[in-house]
């Protein structure tokens, strides 16, 4: 029966350690995680050195070295002491961390054992003060030096453009706004910013890319065709992010990633701050004065009043 226990428990245990490992390669591969926190030992990142000590656990795992494990579970909760303090104090908060955390946690009551409480003891603080001595956090954002604003003009209007690539009326206005948006540019009347609004599912995997051409290279007539070729691919049912790359590298335009998250964030908040619920919808800044412009003509209308 004992032998049978812990065969059930190795196997939960491989169960559980896949999991942490799936956490730590989601992390690495989502594009918007974590933009906020990172960390580092010895200048390797903590993602590198989790799939190294899950590596090590499924080693001894399958080698049936109980003492080992438990001493390394008991490293890594005083790991996940120091960590989840040092983002309790930052106030910055890694859910793929925390994911990761909860299944050392499980993995430690799993195979705890009473007897060795003093080895636990030990590996816990030797864990926490390990990190105390070698961790180098950051709570800085990341990527700040690569916030991306489709936002063009130095004139005195402001004005948010909202659109959908989705959206039918969006897609036949835009052609005509085309010439007014660039006159007005030149004459140095507008600042116009593009806010891609998400009321369909597949908009922000057209915004990400759109972002991603602004990041390789940011020029109104460069951004107007970009659009057009984005709302031709939406009008074409296009909604898989390899045949959207695919058709934008057709059309000849290039692409450059980067963790858009904050220009999403940025977003939302004109959203928000506009009470934006449809599209096409502008939002004109005139002095103190804010007017709201919603539908086909009445934007255009509204456009070609500016001249």
């Excluded at 005509?176 to 599912?201: A, C, G, R, S």
Aim: net charge positive.
């Amino acid at each position: 029966m004992k032998g049978l226990k812990n065969s059930k428990k190795r196997w939960i245990n491989f169960i559980l350690l896949l999991i942490g490992i799936g956490i730590i390669v989601y992390y690495s591969v989502c594009e918007e995680s974590c933009a906020y926190l990172k960390g580092t030992i010895f200048g390797i990142e903590l993602k590198y050195l989790g799939l190294f000590y899950m590596g090590m656990l499924i080693a001894f795992n399958f080698l049936k070295r109980e003492l080992i494990i438990l001493s390394l579970l008991s490293l890594g909760i005083g790991a996940e002491i120091y960590l989840i303090g040092f983002q309790i104090v930052s106030g910055e908060y890694c859910y793929y961390c925390l994911g990761f955390g909860a299944v050392v946690v499980f993995l430690f009551i799993l195979n705890f054992k009473y007897s060795k409480k003093a080895i636990i003891g030990i590996s816990i603080i030797t864990g926490f003060i390990l990190f105390v001595v070698l961790f180098k956090g950051m709570v800085t954002p990341v990527y700040a030096d690569e916030i991306v604003l489709p936002s063009f003009g130095n004139g005195k209007i402001e004005i948010r453009l909202y659109t959908d690539y989705f959206c039918g009326p969006c897609r036949a206005l835009e052609p005509k706004l085309e010439p007014l948006i660039k006159d007005l540019l030149k004459k140095d009347i507008i600042n116009i910013i593009f806010i891609d609004t998400p009321v369909h599912t597949h908009t922000k995997l057209y915004s990400r890319f759109f972002l991603y051409s602004l990041k390789e290279k940011k020029e109104i007539n460069h951004v107007l065709r970009v659009r057009t070729v984005l709302f031709e691919a939406a009008k074409n049912k296009i909604t898989e992010q390899e045949k959207l790359e695919e058709f934008l590298k057709n059309k000849k335009i290039r692409l450059k990633p980067f963790d858009v998250t904050t220009t999403l964030n940025i977003y939302s908040s004109f959203i928000k701050e506009d009470k934006i619920n449809a599209t096409p919808t502008c939002v004109i800044f005139k002095g103190n004065k804010k007017e709201t412009f919603k539908g086909y003509a009445d934007i255009l209308k509204t456009f070609e009043s500016l001249r």
